[in-house]
Antibody, heavy 119, light 112 residues
Framework: QVQLQESGPRLVKPSETLPLTCTVS??????????WAWIRQPPGKGLEWIGS???????YYNPSLKSRVTISVDTSQNHFSLKLTSVTAADTALYYC???????????WGPGTRVTVSS | DIVLTQTPLSLPVTPGEPASISCRSS????????????LDWYLQKPGQSPRLLIY???FRAGGVPDRFSGSGSGTDFTLRISRVEAEDVGIYYC????????FGQGTKLEIK
């Protein structure tokens, strides 16, 4: 079965760029059926969809984050990535990657990676 | 943007008793082109990633006990647990996917 694993820095300084990667095993990011998503959860708060990317690299984002977000896919490495620019303390969160079909449910999730924005 | 409002935000329940959570959308979640209502429910147990419970209003995901049920239409939806068990504790989220994705604020179910 497919497994997703987030990775990246645990600590990022304010105003810098947060880079995260989700490595997929037991499946391929090149599978035409699936989209690959990033979702986050600030401490003590609810879930927020950040955006998704298709196997071709087409991406779509939460309007509230769109100006700062880039999600890309690397089929040769079988992973997809998130870049969030100009981070502030409000970007401190548990970041999840997940898989879905077009307009579909989030059927598979990674365990999440905690990121803190602090100087 | 579609806003989902869940009530209550906190739900203490005695084991064996029923529980229900409401989710109200700022816009209809019915797609008139395909007739599908795009509202799902997830449960996030403590220390775990969220897991799909109910999709498209009322269909239980694989392995979900039949004590969980979903209902509703248009803008008003309900998740019901017929008899709460200790393993049901966690945060329940409704999610719309008619227009990208939005989560409700979450409802924390705890055992009395």
């Amino acid at each position: 079965q497919v497994q997703l694993q987030e990775s990246g820095p645990r600590l990022v300084k304010p105003s810098e760029t947060l880079p995260l990667t989700c490595t997929v095993s037991g499946g391929s990011v090149g599978n035409t059926m699936y989209h690959w998503a990033w979702i986050r959860q600030p401490p003590g708060k609810g879930l927020e969809w950040i955006g998704s990317v298709t196997y071709t690299g087409n991406s779509y984002y939460n309007p509230s984050l769109k100006s700062r977000v880039t999600i890309s896919v690397d089929t040769s490495q079988n992973h997809f990535s998130l870049k969030l620019t100009s981070v502030t303390a409000a970007d401190t969160a548990l970041y999840y990657c997940a898989r879905h079909v077009t307009q579909g449910v989030f059927g598979w999730w990674g365990p999440g990676t905690r990121v803190t924005v602090s100087s | 943007d579609i806003v989902l409002t869940q009530t209550p935000l906190s739900l203490p329940v005695t084991p064996g008793e029923p529980a229900s959570i409401s989710c109200r959308s700022s816009q209809s979640l019915l797609n008139s082109d395909d007739g599908i209502t795009y509202l799902d429910w997830y449960l996030q147990k403590p220390g775990q990633s969220p897991r799909l419970l109910i999709y498209t209003v009322s269909f239980r995901a694989g392995g979900v006990p039949d004590r969980f049920s979903g209902s509703g239409s248009g803008t008003d939806f309900t998740l019901r647990i017929s008899r709460v068990e200790a393993e049901d504790v966690g945060i329940y989220y409704c999610v719309q996917r008619i227009a990208t994705y939005t989560f409700g604020q979450g409802t924390k179910l705890e055992i009395k």
